[in-house]
């Protein structure tokens, strides 16, 4: 009944096997290279460069991906993981040039996620690599040894990938891109139905747009894993991130459009042509995304585009033929919307890897795909060298402890000083809370299994009986115990461990109690570095850097509505300043998310804060593309209008920026209005203006009206609805 029990809660926890796979592999590849080096070759330092090369890449390294590229990433990581050791094992002769180097490699491994969050997942066993090899004996002539055993575990890990028991292909970003793609273009169809057909189906249109929102969910960063999450610094990374921001403001859009609905539905209308070829572009566009995906055609869209700007009614005159003010409010909707699916469907392509042509505008939008990818990485670089980069934070924290606690290992002589390290890795996180989290199984895990190893050790002195084992209690300290709980895991860690050294230097239950010794060390220095340096975690660089976004962000409106009035230039460098803080924040979005936050407080919905700035950015693009600077110039009723309403939109990013800044929310959220309503105030001077000024009033003042929306769901409680979601219409 026992073991009837336990299997039922493995399986509980582990559906699919994905960690007793896992176990698996690591189990057959541990023990294959540390029989055939120990017993087989006779080689002590190959059988132990062998088993932690397996240990640190088979469980400390979270790879991304199927099997065979998991496989290709193991591979082709040999050259770092050799040059590691070779750093390690030339430094091992003096406790402060090992101590240098772990504080340099330290740093340089945990902060190159920077440019490759992928690096993140491999950012523990490259140090663990640098670790093993920077502590005595100093023995430069076993380098040949130490990195044939590291060789060989590796390449077996790697064929174990993918040959034994290999995990599920796991769904893609781009997978979730192209579902959302899917739902978001059958809303687009029923709100096209809606605006043309008298008895479209509501239901099924509002039945379509909660699965819109719901399949855009899992596009959010903070819902994805570092290691799968689109943050790379590369033109195909970038390109996705694109595509979800685009997509996010198509359902906007529409979500918009569909609240404007006339009452009557008009037949051919042009807004309900625009969002049916929308919605067949966004499906191409979602399908290309997948393996063996067409390249979407933009040549559909293009035309619907400029059929559209050509027939825009303008109107004449204040009576019968004045301009039909709600209709221009849809078609300026729909070609707002229109703008953001072919953002969607370029990025799409620069996604899957095509080059940027002649067709692939807007040019501003995705300069970057011109560029080499080592200059979009050396930006990515230079953006986080930055006084409130959270990962600096976590990379300048991390090194310094595990420096601290390599000449604190040196300078005491432990025997086994490399665990002082491995305790201060596992115990040490980006917060001072999850440190203290982390610290107590650690300390009781590791305590249990020193008693119970120590215990065995006095009983059992024959190594060959913990050769005999050493498959079980791979299997358990790495399956068993990582479904369990941290307790168990630690716990029966330390009992591998122990196992392990008995074979390679035996000293008894002694040995033991170096292991406790070590960890108790490495754990208080982890918990002190936690809290001494930047013990608040991502938390307070994130709120800092939402600060700073909304601000750049009210910069852009302001200065995109003084451009198209005459009174300043193209705002590109408000606008160049938003994507900037966009990288930081994104960074500490990030963080956040892997980090505890106490349930009592009131949270910032922080997805609504970073929409709030992917409005700003490609709508200001695309609003300048048809309203060029200067297009409102000479009329002072549109300049009073929009100038007032863009104070009053600046005002409220300013107070939203001062309460995020303090992880709190207070006041009512400002009022969503129509476009149609904004006119209302200057309807009777519609007629003295010229038919073309109107259309650009109307798009600048939807563009405004859509920005109000997104500030209004910063506020708007995350609970019980989608993020970002308006109000039912």
Do not use: K
């Not at 849809?330 to 799409?348: E, M, T, Y």
């Not at 369990?484 to 050294?501: H, K, M, N, R």
């Amino acid at each position: 009944m026992l073991a009837t029990c336990l299997l039922g809660r493995l399986r509980r926890r582990d559906p699919g096997y994905a960690v007793l796979r896992r176990a698996a592999r690591l189990t057959l590849v541990a023990s294959i290279v540390f029989y055939g080096c120990r017993y087989g070759a006779g080689s002590s330092v190959l059988a132990t460069y062998g088993l932690f090369g397996t240990i640190a890449a088979g469980s400390f390294a979270q790879l991304p991906g199927p099997a065979t590229q998991r496989a290709r990433i193991l591979v082709t990581s040999l050259p770092a993981i050799w040059a590691l050791i070779a750093a390690g094992s030339l430094l091992a002769w003096s406790t402060w040039a090992a101590a240098g180097g772990m504080l340099v490699i330290g740093f340089a491994v945990a902060f190159g996620g920077v440019v490759n969050p992928r690096l993140v997942g491999w950012a523990s066993a490259f140090q663990l690599f640098y670790i093993l090899a920077s502590f005595p004996p100093y023995q430069p002539g076993t380098l040949p040894e130490r990195l044939g055993g590291v060789t060989l575990a590796i390449v077996l890990l790697a064929a174990a990938e993918v040959l034994v028991w290999p995990d599920p292909v796991p769904v893609s970003y781009r997978q979730r891109l192209a579902e959302a793609a899917d739902g978001v273009a059958a809303f687009l169809d029923s709100a096209a139905t809606a605006l043309t057909e008298p008895h479209a189906d509501d239901a099924d249109r509002d039945a379509r747009r909660e699965r819109a929102y719901d399949v855009l969910g899992p596009l959010d960063l903070g819902r994805n894993p570092p290691a799968w999450a689109p943050t790379a610094a590369g033109a195909q990374d970038r390109a996705l991130r694109i595509c979800a921001a685009a997509l996010r403001d198509v359902l906007a859009e529409a979500d918009r459009l569909a609240a404007d609905a006339p009452p009557e539905p008009i037949p051919d209308l042009t807004a309900a042509r625009l969002l049916r070829v929308g919605a067949d572009t966004t499906r191409a566009a979602g399908r290309s995304l997948t393996p063996g995906g067409a390249p979407v055609d933009l040549g559909g869209l293009d035309a619907a585009i400029g059929r559209a700007e050509a027939t825009y009614p303008v109107g004449e005159g204040d009576g019968p033929n004045a301009a039909d003010v709600p209709r221009l409010c849809r078609d300026a909707a729909a070609l707002a919307l229109a703008d953001q699916v072919r953002v969607f469907a370029v990025g799409a392509r620069l996604a899957t890897g095509s080059r940027p042509d002649g067709v692939d505008a807007p040019p501003a939008l995705f300069d970057y795909a011109v560029h080499r990818q080592w200059t979009l990485y050396w930006w990515q670089f230079r953006s986080h060298l930055a006084p409130r980069s959270a990962h600096l934070h976590s990379s300048l924290r991390l090194a310094v402890a595990l420096a601290i606690a390599r000449v604190a290992a040196g300078m005491l002589h432990l025997t086994h000083g490399f665990w002082v390290l491995l305790a201060t890795l596992t115990v040490l996180r980006t917060s001072a809370a999850d440190t203290r989290t982390a610290l107590r199984p650690a300390v009781l895990g590791t305590i249990v299994g020193a008693l119970v190893s120590g215990g065995v050790m006095l009983v059992v002195d024959q190594p060959i009986v913990y050769a005999v084992i050493l498959p079980v209690t791979l299997i358990l300290a790495f399956g068993v115990g990582r479904l369990l709980g941290p307790i168990w895991q630690q716990a029966l860690f330390t009992v591998l461990l122990t196992g392990v050294f008995t074979q390679l230097h035996p000293e008894g239950w002694r040995l033991a109690e170096a292991r406790l010794v070590d960890v108790l060390l490495g754990a208080v220095i982890g918990v002190l570095a936690g809290v001494a340096m930047w013990p608040r975690g991502a938390s307070h660089d994130l709120r800092h850097n939402a600060a700073r976004y909304l601000a750049a962000s009210a910069d852009a409106v302001e200065q995109t509505v003084e451009a198209v009035l005459g009174g300043a230039p193209a705002p590109q460098r408000a606008i160049d300043r938003v994507r900037r803080r966009m990288v930081l924040i994104d960074s500490s979005y990030c963080q956040y998310h892997s980090e505890r936050h106490d349930p009592h407080r009131q949270q910032v919905d922080w997805d609504a804060v970073l929409s709030a700035g992917h409005h700003v950015v490609p709508g200001a693009e695309s609003l300048l593309r048809r309203n060029p600077p200067g297009c409102l110039a000479g009329w002072p009723a549109a300049a009073a209008l929009l100038r007032d309403t863009a104070g009053h939109l600046r005002s409220a990013y300013d107070d939203l920026a001062e309460e995020v800044a303090h992880g709190r929310l207070s006041g009512p959220p400002p009022a969503a209005t129509t476009c149609a309503e904004e006119l209302d105030r200057i309807r009777p001077l519609l007629g003295e203006a010229d038919p073309q000024m109107v259309r650009h009033l109307v798009e600048v003042d939807r563009w405004l009206a859509g920005l109000t929306d997104s500030v209004a769901a910063i506020r708007r409680p995350a609970a019980g609805g989608a993020t970002g979601r308006r109000d039912e219409p």
